[in-house]
């Protein structure tokens, strides 16, 4: 379980082919690593993936086919990754509850700035749009934001500039396509009313 607050940005530097996915080495020298075992839990992208090696400043982890079918910025070695260290029960949560369990992928439509902040404007696959409300919670590449309009499968999101600063979302534009997770809640709620 994650809290949607990005810790640091790391980069891929490796993409090694596995029969089915790839085992990728991150490097996340903004990451203390020192309580990561074997087997712990990191957010990548807002993808939840398991350290199966550590090494000096990054880690390795392996990730399926089903993974990499159903998300994006995991199979390339451009660029940043939005990194979080799974919670504890005793931690805060400054976000809200993520699971690391992409729902699906998004497109920007719009990411300009608006005085000292950006407004980002998302369409989301239709099967995903029930989930999303005005004020409710989403999580974008990892990162838990607060959804300011919702008009059909487009949201819009104001981002204010120390989350462009410290996530990758800095580099998003028109076209661009993102790692989404609807809220935990909401999806819970739907099951509970729609059992029978």
């Not at 392996?62 to 993974?67: F, P, W």
């Not at 996530?167 to 997770?181: D, F, I, M, Q, S």
């Amino acid at each position: 379980m994650f809290t949607g607050i990005v810790t640091t940005t790391g980069k891929i530097t490796h993409l090694q082919p596995l029969e089915q996915g790839l085992r990728l080495t991150v490097e996340a020298p903004g990451l203390n690593l020192k309580d990561v075992a074997i087997g712990d839990s990191i957010a990548h992208g807002g993808v939840c993936l398991t350290v199966i090696a550590k090494q000096k400043g990054g880690y390795q982890i392996d990730v399926s086919k089903e993974t990499l079918d159903c998300t994006v910025g995991l199979n390339t070695l451009s660029g940043e990754v939005n990194l979080e260290k799974a919670m504890r029960l005793s931690d805060f949560i400054g976000g809200h509850l993520v699971s690391g369990h992409v729902d699906g992928v998004g497109k920007v439509v719009k990411f300009e700035p608006v005085g000292e902040s950006h407004l980002l404007v998302i369409e989301a696959p239709k099967k995903l749009a029930r989930y999303i409300a005005r004020k409710g919670s989403i999580t974008v590449d990892g990162v838990s934001l607060t959804t300011n309009k919702v008009r059909g499968s487009k949201f819009a999101i104001n981002l204010i500039p120390h989350t462009v600063e410290v996530t990758t979302l800095k580099h998003l534009h028109p076209g661009a396509r993102v790692n989404l997770e609807v809220d935990l809640i909401a999806r819970y709620v739907e099951r509970m009313l729609n059992a029978q």
